[in-house]
Structures are given as C-alpha cells and as structure tokens.
C-alpha cells in the first residue's frame, strides 16, 4: 500500500501552520504516493515506519494500493474529510479529485535531478550561508557529516540535524521550505545506492 497526503496533512505543511514535529513533517512531505510504510523503516534511526503508521492512524497519510495492485485501498480518514463525504456522497478512503491534483501539480513544480550529490551541494550550500559566521565549529561539524553520508538515510539524519538548527536560528518557516526543497533532491529510496556521489 501506498502512502498519500491527506487534506489534513496538506494543511499541516502550509506556511503558517505548525502541529507536528520536524521529523513527522519530513515524513509527511517524503509520502509522495509511491512509497509504502516499509519503506520509511530506515528513517529516522529506524523510527520511520513507526512513524509512518502514527500519522496513518492521525489522519495525516492514508494508504492507497499501488498501480500492480488490485486489492481495495485501506484509509484512515482524518475526522474532517470522514464528516465532508457524508454531504458529498463521496466515500472516506476515496481520493479527492482536487487532492489528486494537487499532487500532480506538486509533483511537477521539479524537474531536476534527484541525487545524492545535489542534496550534498545544496546542504553545503545552506551550510555556508547559515552557519559559518554564526557559529564556525558547528559548519565543520555539518560539514564532516556531510562529507561522510554516503548513502539517503545518513544524507537525511544530516539534513534533519541542520534543519533542528536552522527552526531554532531563523523559525520553523525557513527550515520547512528547505525540507521541502531537500525532500525534492533526495533520489528516490531504492536508488540512493546508485546515485550516491
């Protein structure tokens, strides 16, 4: 089954709007329809999937059968899209239209490539601009990890680490765009070994 944003966790992501914690948004903005709850099982030291099944039983992810599968979708519809289908006719564990294509248009907002080694630059980057001047010792530190994350889930636990920073030097706004940004670059989770730079 795989995992797709719901209205709620959409909502979750706006700027502005802040309920969940850091790993739990980068999870969320991760559930692009194409990964299972297996697949998260690496993040976050292990606590991904996990995770991944806290926000599927909150509301914030629903778990939709892959293109080969023929099985029905299983859903755990969040309170308020269980009480819209009621007045629309629509069923709770039915995708919205306006949220398939919301998806879709997502989706296409990137077209570059999805790599190790661009995630690396572009953290390297954001490294340099936020932290060098501020705090020298913790550049090289996010530095080293960089240089040693050879593969998607230490790349992520390095990212994840500059981004607890980032909230805490310029909010929760700033590091949540560059979380999307990075969530963008990162190659997909079957093919980081590939890709790694």
Do not use: W, Y
């Not at 709620?8 to 709007?17: N, Q, S, T, W």
């Not at 969320?28 to 606590?47: E, H, I, M, N, T």
């Not at 755990?76 to 709770?92: D, E, L, Y």
């Not at 913790?138 to 500059?162: G, H, I, Q, T, V």
């Amino acid at each position: 089954m795989q995992l797709h944003k719901t209205d709620r966790a959409r909502a979750e992501l706006k700027p502005g709007v802040r309920t969940l914690g850091q790993r739990e948004r980068t999870l969320l903005l991760l559930a692009d329809g194409s990964k299972s709850v297996q697949d998260f099982r690496p993040l976050f030291d292990g606590d991904g999937e996990e995770i991944a099944l806290r926000l599927l039983r909150e509301g914030f992810l629903e778990a939709h059968p892959g293109i080969k599968s023929a099985a029905a979708p299983v859903a755990v519809p969040s309170p308020q899209s269980a009480a819209g289908a009621t007045s629309t006719g629509q069923r709770p564990n039915e995708p919205r239209p306006e949220s398939a294509q919301a998806i879709a248009v997502a989706a296409d907002a990137f077209e570059g490539k999805r790599s190790l080694a661009t995630t690396r630059m572009f953290l390297f980057d954001i490294c340099e601009r936020m932290f060098v001047r501020r705090n020298p010792d913790m550049a090289e530190r996010f530095r080293e990890a960089l240089r040693n994350a050879k593969d998607r889930e230490s790349m992520l636990a390095a990212s994840r680490e500059m981004l607890e920073e980032i909230e805490t030097i310029a909010g929760h706004e700033r590091a949540d765009s560059l979380s999307e940004r990075i969530a963008m670059l990162l190659p997909a989770a079957d093919s980081s070994a590939s890709m790694a730079a």
